[in-house]
């Protein structure tokens, strides 16, 4: 969404704040590293960091807003597997019940 949405020529910076288990660690660094890389190529630059004692969820953006996310990014309920267009297309796909709050700070 964020490729689509921004300006081609603008950099975009999105940091995200997150827990992981011990035991996973290792590839969940590596699944996010490569997203990062992915993701450079169109002009956002992904960071991360892991924060275990965290517990809301919500957006920060540099222009005053807020976004306070209820279920944090789980929102979509499961879709048929693989097969199922709903998979890959996300305007297809249902919602679980959910609030979003937003502020201007």
């Known amino acids: 969404m964020l490729a689509d949405k921004?300006?081609?020529d603008?950099?975009?910076?999105?940091?995200?704040?997150?827990t992981c288990d011990e035991e996973y660690?290792?590839?969940t660094t590596e699944a996010f590293d490569s997203m990062a890389y992915s993701?450079?190529?169109m002009g956002i630059i992904l960071t991360y960091e892991f924060d275990n004692y965290i517990h809301d969820r919500?957006?920060?953006?540099d222009n005053g807003w807020k976004i306070i996310l209820g279920r944090g990014l789980d929102i979509?309920?499961?879709t048929g597997?693989?097969?199922?267009?709903n998979e890959y297309v996300?305007?297809?796909r249902l919602c679980k019940s959910c609030e979003v709050t937003f502020l201007k700070i």
């Open 58 to 61: 919500y957006i920060a953006l």
């Open 81 to 85: 597997g693989w097969y199922d267009i």
């Open 39 to 41: 993701v450079e190529s």
């Open 10 to 18: 603008t950099e975009v910076k999105l940091h995200l704040v997150t």
């Open 25 to 27: 660690l290792e590839t």
């Open 76 to 78: 979509w309920q499961k």
């Open 90 to 92: 996300q305007e297809k």
């Open 6 to 8: 921004k300006e081609s």
